[in-house]
């Protein structure tokens, strides 16, 4: 039996210009009616996330890595990570332990995290973690659980695009949130007091701060 580890895949392997996704991924973008706006990204930033995470640009996921800093999607409600950049709080590969001699974030065994929200929430892709690996699972700051959305990657960008992100944080919101959130710097969310997950808790009602980011991914990998 040979157990001799596989070899890295070459960044040269990963950019796959003749099936490459952005074509794809930017055309269904450009036609969403969630407003959307994407984050450029450095070109050797792009390649070190890329070969970090082994991922070809043939899926959704390599061609957000490479060809993007992040993408901030319903006012910057929601920020999808890429590569980093200047408002964006990390990248997919410091968010996930993946520059491992400087690690920026606590990463979460198991589980890819490609995304945070206003409202402390988090999204990630199960690795490993729950069975229906594959799926993208939410960080819910009303439960401080992580439950299944059900979508894969590919479904999440189009669910980003176009879903109905209104009704989905509907008790999370509040009557010109857009105002605060738009305040925000790239690395801070929303606190809410009285926390989402108390009874006395909601998007209206509850006074709300804005917080690092980091501080509030120390309740999701409790």
């Known amino acids: 039996m040979d157990n001799t580890p596989a070899r890295p895949i070459t960044i040269e392997e990963l950019i796959d210009t003749a099936n490459d996704s952005w074509a794809e991924l930017s055309e269904m973008l450009k036609n969403s009616t969630n407003a959307c706006r994407i984050i450029p990204a450095e070109l050797d930033a792009a390649k070190e996330t890329l070969y970090a995470l082994q991922v070809s640009t043939r899926s ?15 006012e910057g409600w929601i920020t999808l990570l890429g590569a ?61 659980e992580w439950e299944s959305t059900e979508l894969a990657y590919s479904g999440f960008m189009a669910w980003l695009g176009s879903g109905d992100l209104e009704q989905f ?40 701060r804005a917080i690092p980011v980091k501080e509030a ?6």
């Not at 959704?60 to 319903?74: C, E, Q, W």
């Not at 200047?86 to 920026?104: F, M, Q, R, T, V």
């Not at 008790?171 to 006395?200: H, I, N």
């Not at 991914?217 to 409790?222: F, G, I, M, Q, T």
């Open 84 to 144: 980093g950049g200047a408002e964006i709080c990390g990248s997919l590969a410091s968010w996930n332990g993946l520059h491992k001699n400087d690690p920026e974030f606590a990463p979460l065994e198991g589980m890819l995290v490609v995304a945070y929200d206003a409202a402390g929430g988090f999204f990630a892709l199960n690795t490993g973690r729950y069975e229906d690996a594959g799926r993208i699972y939410y960080f819910a700051p009303d439960t401080l």
């Open 169 to 208: 944080y509907q008790t999370f919101r509040w009557k010109g949130w857009q105002e605060q959130v738009r305040q925000l710097e790239a690395d801070q969310v929303l606190s809410y007091y009285p926390p989402l997950w108390s009874a006395e808790g909601d998007g209206e009602s509850s006074s709300k």
């Open 217 to 222: 991914w120390l309740a999701a990998v409790k």
């Open 60 to 74: 959704y996921l390599g061609s957000v890595a490479y060809r993007t800093g992040g993408i901030l999607f319903d």
